[in-house]
């Protein structure tokens, strides 16, 4: 049974970097094809995707984010990581992660994250 | 960047109907695309994937069909169950793109 779960600080003021980790079952980013993803999703708005992880350790950003973000894994403990650099109120969010396997199939239940001063 | 322009942004229909979003993609994406449900307070769910095809255990009135840029998921006989927010998702190229998502109501 795939399951992810994503976890992070809940509250952070602007300025601070944000990290948030991913902690998956069912299923290892040691495996040719696997990735994993971080979207995320302002309250009553639409999706961004934000980057991704392969199992090879190859990785993408969005360039939106500039060089804000920074995503990582650690396969023998079956985790993922992302972290946003100088976060502002425009960060504010649910952020997901997500299992690429062919299709982004399964879905962590999702992790809110408010910044505020 | 690739645009995944979505439409309607909301719509409602009655029990029965039969219901179709799109989303029109501003360069080629072949069928790299897929369907999201998200229900309130929920993640994600994929629906359709590679633009026709059905995910594992979605309804069989669930369709996608391609004409174009134009991708479109239909609903043949709606059912109260499926009040959600639909979302389509290209995959073709980087950065990965949504669009901005359908509500969808039951009138």
């Known amino acids: 049974q795939v399951t992810l779960k994503e976890s992070g600080p809940g509250i952070l003021q602007p300025s601070q970097t944000l990290s948030l980790t991913c902690t998956f079952s069912?299923?290892?980013?040691?495996?040719?094809?696997?990735?994993v993803g971080w979207i995320r999703q302002p309250s009553g708005k639409g999706l961004e995707w934000l980057a991704n992880?392969?199992?090879?350790?190859?990785?993408y950003y969005n360039p939106s984010l500039k060089n804000r973000l920074t995503i990582s894994k650690d396969t023998s403990n079956n985790q993922a990581f992302l972290k946003i650099t100088n976060v502002d109120t425009a960060d504010t969010a649910t952020y997901y992660c997500?299992?690429?396997?062919?299709?982004?199939?399964?879905w962590g239940q999702g992790v809110m994250v408010t910044v505020s001063s | 960047d690739i645009q995944m322009t979505q439409s309607p942004s909301s719509m409602s229909a009655s029990l029965g109907d039969r219901v179709t979003i799109t989303c029109q993609a501003s360069q080629d994406i072949g069928n790299n695309l897929i369907w999201f449900q998200q229900k309130p307070g929920k993640s994600p769910r994929p629906m359709i994937y590679y633009a026709t095809n059905l995910a594992n255990g979605v309804p069989s009135r669930f369709s996608g069909s391609r004409s174009g840029s134009d991708y479109s998921l239909t609903i043949s006989s709606l059912e109260s169950e499926d009040m959600a927010d639909y979302h389509c998702?290209?995959?073709?190229?980087?950065?990965?793109?949504f669009g901005s998502g359908t509500k969808l109501e039951i009138k």
């Open positions: 069912g299923f290892s980013l040691s495996t040719y094809g696997m990735g």
């Open positions: 998702l290209q995959y073709k190229q980087y950065p990965l793109t």
């Open positions: 992880i392969w199992w090879d350790d190859d990785k």
């Open positions: 997500a299992r690429i396997w062919e299709l982004v199939d399964y």
